[in-house]
């Protein structure tokens, strides 16, 4: 299975009730993909961490900033920095920082209608 199918999978499991998202389920989700990246698109990985910076708080700004930075650029390309700035500022907008609530419907408004890219699935 692709990454873009895994993601798929993932947002047609879970849907965007961020309220009834196991968080813990995330949380191990992302770990074992740090541990173990399944290289090509990193829609995946970004689709969790999407999910995680949702449903989080502050206490989940390690592991974003671990998936992040510690995988490979283009992952770190694909996880937004907004996220976890927006998590570090208590979801308060700054001068350069959008309202959590803009910024989880962005990833909501993009993911709505996803469908993996490819003829495999």
């Known amino acids: 299975m692709t990454n873009e199918q ?19 389920e995330i949380r191990e ?16 990985i970004r689709v969790l961490c999407g999910y995680l910076f949702c449903i989080g708080d502050e206490s989940d700004i390690p592991l974003l900033e671990k ?11 694909m996880i937004d920095g907004d996220w976890i700035e927006s998590l570090k500022n208590n979801g308060q907008p700054s001068e350069y920082l959008s309202e959590r609530s803009d910024l989880i419907a962005d990833f909501t ?13």
């Open 109 to 121: 408004g993009y993911y709505k209608n996803f469908k993996a890219d490819d003829d495999d699935y």
């Open 67 to 77: 998936a992040k930075y510690s995988i490979n650029m283009d992952v770190g390309c």
């Open 29 to 44: 989700l992302i770990e074992a993909e740090i541990s173990n990246y399944q290289p090509g698109s990193s829609e995946y």
């Open 6 to 24: 895994r993601a798929e999978e993932i947002i047609n499991k879970y849907k965007f009730d961020f309220n009834c998202i196991p968080k813990s």
